[in-house]
């Protein structure tokens, strides 16, 4: 497996975007919805708001190509660059896939587009997935976009589930560089073992039921699992805790990242938090951080990222990389 910085092409992260819809949904507002308060809400999960996808305007597409837009641009480069684009995804416009969507409205005429489905790790799937495209050659300009609306799918009934989910779109320009590997070192995994634990099923009737989670399963797969895959990929990379600049986890609940933050030591600084404004965005939860971090001048050229996602399928992976 080429999973080290010894392939014949490397990959530089060179370019990031974001987006959410401009509706704000906040616990006071949830709690006139269901039996609920913002008290319980940031005091188990950290979020205290969430974007809300309004009608068409906020379309997985419209999201993921603004967000694809301002990567594009940051990474300096013209749509028409862009040879591959993944939208990882999990609340699709379209069955046959939003990816064609996301390409016409961005004008990356050249581009093949497909979409990947990996829930809440469909982020570092896609990374993976997009590195080994560049890595064997065959691709200069991947974009990759986590964009999703599970406002759609969410049972605004629920509170042990309404509570914690929110919409959006990040993106990122991945290019080949023939001289530096900024990809690190990853690592994904799957246990479908756990598959009921989170999902969003068909209902037979032409739609599909609304989310529906094992919160304290899904908690406890969380908080073994990350920090497993995260030392994995440190190991691959030949790095330690220590030399990670970031963490950025998939933004779910502040107590997952303050556990995996404990188990590793680090100084709870580095580990990036932006669920209170967002709550939990699936596949765009980690790129909008990432986003965030880059835009605030914290992310700087040549730090050491180390992302984790981790969500249905079940389904976690992490990568390390070097931004820029
Ligand atoms: N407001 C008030 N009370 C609520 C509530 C809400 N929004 N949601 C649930 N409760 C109640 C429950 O009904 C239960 O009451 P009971 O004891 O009278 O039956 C009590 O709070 C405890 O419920 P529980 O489900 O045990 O809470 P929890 O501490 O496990 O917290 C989650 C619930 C969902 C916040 C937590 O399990 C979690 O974050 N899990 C991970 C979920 C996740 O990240 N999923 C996405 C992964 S990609």
């Known amino acids: 497996m ?10 530089r992260f060179i ?4 987006a959410v819809p401009d509706r704000v949904l906040t616990n006071h507002d949830l709690a006139q919805m269901v039996d609920t308060t913002d008290e319980w809400i940031a005091s188990r999960t950290g979020i205290r708001e969430r974007h809300i996808a309004d009608g068409d305007a906020d379309s997985v597409a419209n999201l993921a190509a603004k967000a694809g837009q301002k990567a594009i641009a940051a990474a300096g480069l013209a749509p028409a660059d862009i040879d591959l684009i993944i939208l990882s995804t999990s609340t699709s ?7 064609g969507r996301v390409q016409k409205i961005l004008g990356a005429e050249r581009a093949v587009a ?9 982020f570092v799937f896609g990374m993976v997935t997009a590195s080994q495209y560049i890595r064997t050659g065959l691709y200069r300009n991947v974009l990759l ?14 509170r042990r589930t309404c509570i914690l989910f929110g919409d959006g779109a990040g993106a990122l320009v991945l290019q080949a560089d ?4 900024h990809l690190l070192g990853f690592e994904m995994r799957s246990d479908g073992k756990g598959n009921d634990l989170l999902n969003i099923n068909y209902s037979g009737r032409s ?3 609304p989310i529906s989670m094992n919160g304290q399963e899904v908690y406890r797969f969380a908080v073994r699992r990350v920090p497993e895959v995260i030392e994995k990929s440190l190991n691959i990379a030949n790095l330690t805790v220590s030399d990670v600049d970031w963490l950025i986890l998939h933004q779910a609940n502040q107590r997952i990242i303050d556990a995996v933050v404990n188990r590793f030591g680090i100084d709870p600084a580095k580990a990036v938090s932006n669920m209170g404004k967002y709550g939990n965005t699936s596949a765009a939860s980690i790129p909008i951080a ?3 971090w880059v835009k605030a001048e914290k992310i700087a050229p040549n730090h050491i990222v180390a992302i984790a996602g981790f969500g249905a399928g079940l389904s976690w992976g992490s990568a390390v990389f070097r931004w820029g």
């Open 15 to 18: 370019g990031s975007g974001s």
């Open 207 to 209: 739609t599909f039921e």
């Open 93 to 99: 416009d379209d069955l046959f896939g939003t990816a």
């Open 2 to 11: 080429i999973n080290s910085a010894s392939s014949l092409v490397g990959v």
């Open 178 to 181: 023939p001289a530096q590997d």
């Open 145 to 158: 976009i986590g964009a999703d609306v599970l406002s759609r799918w969410v049972d605004w009934q629920d």
């Open 114 to 122: 497909f979409d990947l489905v990996a829930a809440c790790s469909g």
């Open 290 to 292: 990432l986003d965030e």
